[in-house]
């Protein structure tokens, strides 16, 4: 015998669908007919974020709205990310650690153990200079593109994905994070004060095979994804204050060897690394997250040479040299300290300071350059004989080749250039005269992009000089993007 459902009321019967689904429609008011006192049977959404593959349990939750009946939705703020391309680890951004191992960087992989030895206790390890902040509610999402690189998972190899802190072969101190222990196994751990919670032994993800590491601390829970999956979740332990003792925890990311050698070499391939505070839309200034990146325009970039891009030498004074408006004759840096003799002719550009934006490749690419602020300060160091000197500044920027008459073209670009202000000078002006500081801030900032040149320039529309030197000090206040 069938089944109908009908209406006591109206005799209407429910209906069924194709695939013999009783069709429902929930009820379109808090309490169903309107009645206060009668039970809610309204239906309310919620969000799964994941299956339960690994944990067994699907993760969901509910929405969230504000006092305003807003839907509450979370914007993150990037804090740092790094890609390792070219051929050397970026000194400004990575401490690196070594015992025995080596590291190379090649096809846009840093490779812990580039050499694939099996010896006892060695080690390879990176961690970030800085640190990186959890506030509150707000989780801190770590995200590393790696392969686990060995026939399978070893024992008596350590290999660890995360944040931390930690030296030579000892455990973390503080920090959470995957860790494919000497035991053979794969575990997610919280250390914290030199205490370790951990999972129970996880399948580890496969060998050889690039994965999508996650690690996100929360104020009483740290989770770990691998390839969008959850494969844990711990809860702060309960004698913890929080999920890590150090609220500015760096990076750690490390491969090693304990006494007994493993049965074959490990090698760790990282490709990327990102981290993100979730939920907290803070409005950061972009070029504030540049910086914070390790993106400020005095230090050189990933696959560039490290180092200040300014032309500073330690306890050396510059070469003097005559400007001329062809060549870098007083030498390349993004703005530092340069010497120009008194004797350019008049009315003739000459070029104080050059750089070039390092040109990009398939195998190396670079960064474009983002100009927002110049000062150029000068002092007469020997003194002038001839004059006045009246220097008229300018920063020409954007042309493909050192020279100020390079000429716009299908394959080449002439300089753009921007008026910075004038410096005078008397005639027979003596040591340690200054010319007025030359300020200026450029909103919005120039661009100067990968194989092009920014220089700053003087012209002398007063007298020319017969002898005399001017020391220049160039600042150049941007980010690399």
């Avoid at 812990?112 to 080690?123: C, R």
């Avoid at 104080?352 to 300060?377: C, G």
Wanted: net charge negative; with cysteine; glycine share 10%.
């Amino acid at each position: 015998m069938d089944a109908v459902i009908r209406d006591s009321l109206t005799a209407a019967g429910a209906e069924v669908t194709a695939a013999r689904e009783v069709r429902v429609i929930s009820p379109g008011t808090l309490n169903g007919d309107g009645n206060p006192s009668v039970p809610g049977n309204y239906s309310t959404a919620i969000f799964e974020s994941d299956a339960g593959s690994i944990t067994t349990s699907p993760t969901q939750k509910q929405g969230d709205i504000s006092a305003n009946y807003r839907q509450r939705v979370g914007v993150d703020t990037l804090l740092f990310s790094d890609q390792f391309n070219g051929a050397a680890l970026n000194s400004a951004l990575w401490s690196s650690n070594l015992v025995t191992y080596s590291t190379a960087i090649s096809g846009g992989f840093l490779t812990l153990n580039s050499t694939s030895l099996t010896t006892v206790n060695a080690v390879a390890r990176i961690s970030s200079y800085r640190g990186f902040p959890s506030y509150g509610s707000y989780p801190l999402q770590l995200e590393v593109e790696a392969i686990y690189a060995s026939p399978a998972v070893q024992a008596n190899n350590t290999t660890e994905i995360g944040y931390g802190f930690a030296t030579g072969t000892a455990a973390p101190t503080d920090g959470a994070f995957f860790r494919y222990s000497a035991a053979g196994e794969f575990r997610c751990v919280i250390a914290y004060n030199s205490s370790e919670s951990q999972s129970v032994a996880l399948p580890p993800p496969s060998v050889n095979v690039r994965h999508h590491y996650a690690v996100v601390i929360g104020n009483n829970f740290v989770e770990y994804w691998i390839d969008n999956v959850l494969h844990a979740n711990l809860p702060v332990p309960p004698g913890n204050g929080m999920a890590v003792l150090n609220q500015n925890t760096p990076v750690l990311i490390r491969t090693y060897n304990g006494a007994t050698a493993p049965a074959a070499a490990v090698q760790l391939k990282i490709a990327s690394c990102a981290i993100s505070l979730g939920d907290m839309n803070c409005v950061k200034d972009w070029s504030h997250i540049q910086s914070g990146m390790g993106g400020h325009s005095a230090q050189g970039q990933s696959g560039m040479a490290m180092g200040s891009t300014a032309l500073f030498a330690n306890n050396t004074n510059p070469t003097v040299a005559v400007p001329t408006n062809t060549t870098a004759a007083l030498g390349a840096g993004l703005g530092g300290n340069f010497w120009s003799t008194n004797s350019l002719a008049v009315n003739t550009d000459g070029i104080i300071s050059s750089y070039q934006v390092p040109p990009a490749s398939a195998s190396s690419p670079q960064k474009t350059l983002y100009i927002s602020k110049v000062r150029v300060d000068t002092i007469v160091q020997t003194v002038l004989a001839g004059g006045p000197a009246l220097l008229q500044w300018g920063l020409a920027f954007g042309h493909t080749a050192v020279s100020l008459a390079t000429a716009e073209g299908p394959t080449s670009k002439a300089p753009r250039r921007i008026a910075l202000g004038f410096q005078p000078f008397v005639a027979a002006a003596a040591v340690g005269a200054q010319g007025t500081s030359v300020m200026v801030d450029i909103d919005p900032p120039i661009l100067v992009q990968p194989g092009e040149f920014v220089q700053t320039i003087y012209r002398n529309i007063g007298t020319v000089g017969t002898t005399g030197t001017f020391a220049h000090l160039v600042t150049f206040s941007g980010y690399w993007e």
